[in-house]
């Protein structure tokens, strides 16, 4: 009788299997009694086995998002737990500024995108991945270039100066979005209006972009990799007319059309038997008669890149670590050009006890920019016309075009080789006294070390018969030249805040105080000699000592903050947000050092109320919010306020003979009661769900008015300053935006989302104290569009000699197929019979992109799963740049123009229906190409930005093989784009023909045990 007693007081083997509602095994599920005394993990088969339980004992499950499940242990069989995913837990949640918060109860205007997205679309940086993602966020690229970002704005134009957003990552200001790895990153909100940006004050004008990386949790142990292969080729280049009959025919058409036309002068350049002989004499004579193709010889039609990543997750209640290694090398289309990046970031939280945790994050960026001197050599490929050779038969340097030869600078004129690490690092440290209050102190530093070695070889050429006879040096390249540069900067900044967050019953509470200080320091040298004896030696003890030029700047800034908000929200239907900051800034005199800046905001849901109860089972969500508050912007330059003062080298001649001097001169006029420019902020917004989430849109209208922006100021040029700076600009914002989405499942094993948004901004001058302003073909004058083109209105192209003796000029010297404007206005308001560019030029249109608008689709079946994403905008003017449309020096002719130009050899009908104006440089320079109306086009295009298709093994298969996942995907970047650009041309590469945007495919490997 004692025996079995004794047994079941001893306890028995507790086994089971955990599986989630598609009943596939969960591997590590927590599997415990209430004490922990008797716990243990499922493994890759969703098994347990723990000894010794005492019948009776209750067994809990848990398992992140998913609900746990107890059930009392019998002490006989097994016992077998199913898990459902429990929908609270995974409502989606927003990092806000010190804080994270549900996504519905947000107020403030905040657009966000997960990991998954990013998942989906395996872009090689961030900033790419963002395009079209989230509404409101406008990322412009310059190309494919290994190494290229883009340009990032939140919300249009906020000022005349900086309007790039602040990048944060976890909480660590970074410069630049693609100092991140991708595959670390947990999720990123963009924080747009006032109510949401201005606990970060100062820094906040323009937007804030928080950025959330990947951390440990509690029972992981796992170690993931994931490798890429990629090729690349530029998905269209513009053609050119480089075929040498064709190129010299043009030539003497646009030399004959300078020289007035004259009769028998129609072969200025080239003669009538040179061009009819050239190929066949290219036959005998090569060197003398060349056909050389450029393009080649300068380009490749594919280029590799490859990126591997390597991460270690493990977590128990004491101690959670994720380790993360990522090396990536992209290549350009032309050799002697690459980018490699090595990134590496620890991220660890220690929890001593319930009072105290303590995180320490550490991050490093270590990247290397390989070029040759010359830089890019596309433009050359497409533009040299065949007629000239870069290299003889023999591979020596050849002239060129008379020493103009891109392709001898390219192959032996040096390298240039850009070396940054970065290192970033946070320290905090967290005491909760009570469950209700958290205080927190924060040390983060960063560094950044910057190396430049430039060195520019002297690039001789030979005769091509005899190799002795030096004709001269590659043009720009006469000297051996070395430049280094080392440029060293770091930055502090120190928090301490304090949480109150807790609930009354309906009631919820949440109030913030905190303190934060920053400190920036920067410093650059830099020494070049042009008398480098060696020139594979690039170091500089090989200079001429009496020869060396030397340079350098530093500067710092500092910033102190203080700063608040308050949360209340009455049963989740009523909502109030209150905050304030106050920032001291050393760009600004110690008497107007300090803003404050408040935000309020404002949010009800209506589904909750009772009246709405009948409309419950499909609506799951209706929210209004409303804000208004402002921002200051201190990134106005440095020392503003105070007068500068240049120091240079000068040669005093005395009485025996010129000495070297340093002359000192003051430039810069003082202005002390410079001050913060404020961005006054409204938005109004209502977030909606239908059908248990599967509709859900989101929506707001905003207003933005930036006041006292810096604008120069004249005074009386015998004073001898540039013109100082004063606060007396004012500009406002009108903007909306919208994103819809669906996602549903059909059945058991298919499931499918779309996704819709758009966004649209106008930016318009308010009071600039009567000034205008020029940059390049825009204007900045009170009451117009920021920067919009001005130039002047085109009437079409003058055909006979009788239109050009009768209509109003802009130059004297124009003629038949030049371009005729229209006389707007005189000295007295209407028009005085000329053309000039005080009263006859006016605002064209905008410059800037509007109905910006981005979307993705998926859809998947089992393991399978396509996805797609698209971005665009849907209006936008560009104006046509000469490369695009016109020959310029000796290089080739836009084969756009070709048949489409004015031309004498043209019949009038002919000349009636021309697009261009004809050849002819004089005329080109002071007439044709002036900025006009006629040189702007249609902007607008749509860009298939990514295609993704992926596997996921089934976990029943890659368990055998002890993975927990197993994952291929094929990925295409940038696959398409349907625009009004001339054949060739892309319009995110508009303004030169020296760049691309590459067409990338990659093949990919995810898997982790």
């Not at 002719?893 to 002919?910: F, R, V």
Request: hydrophobic share 35%.
């Amino acid at each position: 009788m004692l025996a079995p007693a004794a047994a079941t007081a001893q306890g028995t083997t507790l086994s089971g299997t955990v599986t989630d509602e598609t009943d596939e095994p969960i591997v590590g599920a927590i599997v415990s009694d209430k004490t922990s005394k008797y716990s243990a993990m499922t493994d890759i088969d969703g098994r347990y086995n723990i000894a010794s339980v005492p019948a009776g004992t209750e067994i809990k499950v848990t398992y992140l998002g998913y609900k746990p499940e107890t059930a009392r242990w019998t002490g006989k069989g097994t016992l077998d737990f199913k898990l459902y995913p429990d929908a609270q837990m995974l409502e989606e949640t927003v990092v806000i500024g010190y804080a994270t918060v549900k996504k519905k109860d947000l107020t403030g205007a905040v657009g966000s995108v997960g990991s998954d997205r990013l998942d989906k679309q395996r872009s090689p940086n961030l900033t790419t991945a963002l395009q079209g993602a989230i509404p409101g966020l406008d990322i412009t690229r310059s190309g494919s270039m290994p190494g290229s970002s883009g340009t990032i704005k939140v919300r249009g134009v906020t000022t005349m100066g900086d309007n790039s957003p602040l990048i944060l990552v976890d909480g660590t200001p970074v410069s630049d979005l693609d100092n991140v790895n991708p595959d670390d990153v947990e999720s990123i909100s963009v924080l747009k209006d006032a109510a949401a940006a201005s606990i970060y004050g100062a820094r906040a004008a323009a937007g804030v972009i928080l950025v959330t990386t990947k951390g440990a949790k509690e029972g992981d142990l796992s170690i993931t990799y994931n490798g890429e292969f990629s090729l690349m080729h530029a998905s269209s280049y513009p053609d050119y007319v480089v075929d040498p009959i064709r190129h010299m025919q043009i030539i003497n058409e646009t030399r004959w059309n300078e020289a007035g036309n004259p009769a028998g002068g129609e072969y200025p350049t080239y003669s009538k038997e040179y061009i009819e002989q050239y190929m066949e004499n290219h036959m005998y004579d090569p060197i003398e008669y060349p056909v050389y193709d450029w393009k080649s010889r300068l380009l490749r039609s594919t280029a590799p890149r490859t990126k591997h990543n390597v991460s270690l997750s493990y977590g128990n209640k004491q101690v959670k670590t994720r380790i993360s290694a990522s090396y990536e090398k992209t290549e350009a289309l032309y050799k002697g050009s690459d980018h490699e990046r090595i990134y590496v970031r620890a991220n660890n939280t220690i929890n001593f006890n319930k009072q105290w945790t303590a995180t320490v994050d550490l991050s490093m960026r270590h990247a290397v920019k390989n070029d040759p001197h010359s830089g890019s050599p596309i433009g050359a490929a497409l533009r040299y016309p065949q007629i000239y050779a870069g290299t003889y038969p023999d591979g020596r340097i050849a002239a060129g075009q008379s020493g103009s030869n891109t392709e001898g600078a390219y192959l032996e004129g040096g390298e240039k080789k850009n070396t940054i690490n970065y290192l970033t690092g946070k320290i905090a440290l967290t005491y909760k006294p009570f469950s209700f209050l958290t205080i927190q102190g924060t040390v983060t530093p960063t560094m950044s070390f910057q190396k430049i070695k430039d060195m520019k070889k002297a690039v001789p050429y030979y005769d091509a018969f005899d190799t002795d006879q030096l004709i001269g040096y590659i043009s720009g390249y006469e000297t051996n030249t070395l430049t280094e540069t080392r440029t060293e900067n770091h930055s502090m900044e120190k928090s301490l805040t304090a949480t109150f967050n807790k609930d009354f019953g309906v009631h919820a509470v949440n109030v913030l105080a905190g303190y934060e200080d920053y400190y920036y320091h920067y410093e650059t040298m830099s020494v070049s000699s042009d008398k480098m004896t060696l020139p594979d030696y690039p170091y500089l003890d090989n200079a001429n000592k009496n020869e060396v030029s030397p340079g350098g700047n530093a500067f710092e800034n500092a910033y102190r903050s203080f700063f608040g908000r308050v949360m209340y929200n009455y049963d989740s239907r009523y909502f109030i947000q209150a905050n304030i900051r106050g920032d001291g800034s050393s760009r600004f005199a110690s008497s107007y050092r300090w803003g404050w800046f408040p935000s309020a905001s404002l949010g009800w849901r209506l589904s909750k109320e009772k009246f709405m109860e009948r409309l419950s089972p499909v609506l799951s969500n209706f929210m209004l919010r409303a804000s208004y508050g402002s921002l200051g912007n201190e990134r106005i330059g440095n020392y503003p306020y105070q007068a500068s003062v240049n120091l240079e080298n000068a040669i005093m001649f005395g009485a025996k003979s010129p000495e070297a001097a340093t002359s000192a001169a003051q430039i810069r006029y003082a202005v002390e009661n410079i001050t913060w420019e404020s961005t006054h902020t409204w938005d109004i917004g209502v977030d909606f769900a239908l059908f248990n989430g599967r509709l859900d849109f989101t929506g707001d209208i905003y207003y933005k008015k930036t006041k006292d922006m810096l604008i120069a100021t004249e005074i009386p040029k015998y004073t001898g300053y540039n013109a100082p700076e004063v606060n007396a600009g004012d500009m406002n914002t009108r903007g909306w935006e919208a994103k819809i989405s669906w996602s549903d499942n059909i059945g058991k094993d298919w499931t499918y989302g779309v996704g819709f948004n758009i966004s649209n901004s106008k930016s318009k001058m308010g009071n600039l104290d009567g000034k205008i302003q020029y940059s390049g073909d825009c204007i900045i004058r009170g009451g117009d569009e920021y920067m919009a083109f001005y130039g002047y209105r085109a009437d079409g192209i003058y055909q006979t000699d009788e239109e050009v003796a009768n209509s109003p000029k802009l130059v004297t010297s124009v003629g038949p197929g030049d371009i005729r404007y229209k006389d707007l206005s005189g000295i007295d308001g209407t028009p005085d019979g000329k053309i000039d560019k005080t009263n006859d030029r006016e605002v064209l249109a905008s410059s800037l992109p509007h109905y910006l608008f981005g979307g993705y689709i998926n859809v998947g079946y089992k393991g399978l799963r396509l996805s797609a994403a698209f971005n665009g905008v849907g209006q936008q003017k560009v104006r046509m740049s000469e490369v695009m449309v016109r020959q310029q020096s000796f290089r080739a002719a836009p084969e756009i123009i070709m048949g489409k130009y004015w031309s004498l050899y043209n019949t009038p009908e002919q000349n009636q229906k021309a697009i261009y104006p004809r050849l002819n440089s004089a005329t080109g320079n002071s007439n044709n190409y002036e900025m006009s109306d006629f040189w702007l086009m249609d902007g607008s295009y749509m860009r298939v930005k990514n295609i993704n298709l992926s596997y996921t093994f089934p976990k029943k298969l890659v368990n055998r093989i002890r993975f927990d996942n197993l994952r291929v995907y094929f990925n295409v970047e940038d696959p398409f784009c349907f625009h009004y650009y001339p054949k060739g041309w892309d319009p995110e590469v508009n303004s030169s023909a020296s760049n691309y945007i590459a067409t990338t495919y990659t093949f990919g490997l995810n898997f982790s045990f």
